[in-house]
């Protein structure tokens, strides 16, 4: 018997205007580390692969064809971190090194700060809670205040939702409803 078929999302690819200034960007702001680089041969440009994790050779890669004047089609790019005051350091190297338009999201299941890179691309770092609410669902989050608050806000604002449940619980509809699909 073969395993069920499961495909992941594993990484992200975008086109850039200046590779090297992007490359510095997302490894100062994420720990990304270069683990390749060189001109493509199917896609004849030049690319830097990046990756924070020994398992994945690449969770992003850079390809330096963007056009000058050309817009961002990234509708966001999403790093997960484990802790409020990692979000918090996300804010801090995000703005050091460059980024723009930085806004707080609760979403409900997870806390959420999004900014635009160099380039105008928007990424999202965020940090995933354990309850579970319809999305999108957005309330202003303010990272300078107290863990505790936070959290005590993030349960209450979850809890006058009518769709609220722990993250369990929806976890296993949806591993119902996908066994049913």
Known sequence: MTAPYTPRLAHFGMFCRDL?????????????????????FTFPFDIVFLSASPDQHHQLVLASTRGADAPSTVMQLSFMVQSLD???????RALAHGA?????LNHGNALSIYFADP?????????????YVKQPH???LDLDRDDADIWADTERLCRADPSFMPVGQWA???????RSD
């Open 138 to 140: 957005g309330d202003p």
């Open 119 to 131: 380039e105008g691309n928007t990424v999202e770092c965020y940090l995933d809670t354990p309850w």
């Open 172 to 178: 296993a509809r949806f591993a119902a409803r996908a």
């Open 20 to 40: 090297p200034g992007l490359t510095a960007f997302y490894r100062a702001v994420f720990d990304l580390h270069e683990t390749d680089s060189g001109k493509g």
């Open 100 to 104: 723009t338009a930085m806004r707080g």
């Open 86 to 92: 990692h979000l918090r350091e996300a804010r801090r």
